[in-house]
């Protein structure tokens, strides 16, 4: 199983310690490297820059959203930062929730999601393989446009730029059971936002495809109590499950809801709406919080890894901003 270290996305500004961390994994031997995009810092230009200060870790968005750019724009920062990199990116796509693609990209969140998503890496697929102009008759993501208030003067164009390579991986976020079904189907790997090792039916039965790529994303964190350890993790669930989405379509909720807390997912939803967030992150279950990370002393996390280990999972992206954390568990790995 690979480690990948997975920084999300920025806060109140860039963290100063970014950098170092991710040269420290690279130094232990990491494969990959993670950023992210809410409604603030962007998915590509963190990795451009970390490009430039790395050599060997690969450079993957988990996730780039969707209804933030046309898939042509996508393809274009791929390939742009494939070829500053010397070959090292991993683009990771996702459709995010009604909230932000209509509350913050402005557009609207589309009927048939998974069909906007097909159409989607369609059209990014066609600008890497550079095998002729891109052409598709998409109900989301049609080129050239000739819908209402169209010119009618578009024609396809075949990108100028030779993409370094055409087959540059795409990777999905996916968390329904039908999305994640696409996703073995039409995708290079699949990026999990969360796994339990204890409970893989929750997405579905998955037929993992030969060389396929599985890479959940776990909080990392190497100390000696247990509850202080998943206090950040409590704290994340809360604000997904609470906050990204809304009361009536939380994709995150629905999630766990699926994996066994219905009750405590619609609860923590309910708090959190009501502008009662420390009560909503202590809502969260503690069994939740630490089926689906790796946190307290080392002999306990050596004994949860090997469950990781016998799954699906060929990547494990570790959200942790402690070197040492980082270090044990890539020690742990390679025993």
């Not at 069909?115 to 066609?126: F, G, L, N, P, S």
Request: aromatic share 8%.
């Amino acid at each position: 199983m690979r480690l990948g270290l997975a920084l999300g996305y920025w806060g109140r500004g860039p963290n100063p310690d970014h950098l170092s961390l991710v040269q420290e994994a690279e130094r232990l031997g990491y494969a990959s490297v993670w950023t992210a995009e809410s409604w603030g810092s962007d998915a590509f230009t963190p990795l451009a820059w970390l490009a430039a200060h790395t050599s060997t870790i690969k450079l993957g968005t988990a996730v780039a959203q969707m209804a933030a750019r046309s898939p042509t724009t996508t393809a274009m920062h791929a390939l742009t930062l494939d070829h500053l990199s010397g070959g090292r990116a991993l683009l990771g796509l996702g459709l995010s929730g009604p909230q932000v693609v209509e509350g913050w990209y402005g557009r609207p969140f589309p009927r048939s999601p998974l069909t906007a998503t097909r159409e989607y890496v369609d059209v990014v697929r066609q600008v890497l393989r550079r095998e002729g102009p891109v052409e598709l008759a998409g109900a989301y993501h049609p080129l050239p446009y000739r819908g209402p208030g169209a010119t009618g003067l578009g024609k396809p164009l075949k990108p100028i730029t030779h993409p370094l390579r055409p087959g540059l991986p795409v990777l999905l976020g996916a968390e329904g059971p039908k999305n994640v079904a696409q996703t073995l189907e039409i995708a290079d790997g699949w990026l999990p936002l969360y796994w339990s090792p204890y409970r893989p039916d929750a997405y579905g039965e998955l037929t993992v495809p030969e060389g396929f790529t599985v890479a959940p994303m776990a909080q990392v964190r190497v100390c000696a109590d247990v509850a202080e350890g998943l206090a950040p993790v409590k704290a994340m669930l809360g604000f997904y499950i609470g906050g990204m989405g809304a009361a009536t379509r939380n994709f995150h909720a629905d999630l766990m809801a699926r994996m066994g807390y219905e009750e405590q997912a619609r609860r923590i939803q309910e708090l959190f709406l009501s502008g009662r967030r420390e009560e909503a992150v202590a809502t969260v279950p503690d069994a939740f919080a630490d089926e689906i990370s790796l946190v307290g002393p080392r002999r306990r996390i050596a004994e949860r890894l090997e469950l990781w280990r016998k799954g699906p999972v060929t990547d494990l992206l570790a959200m942790s901003p402690d070197p040492e954390s980082l270090r044990i568990l890539a020690e742990l790995n390679s025993a």
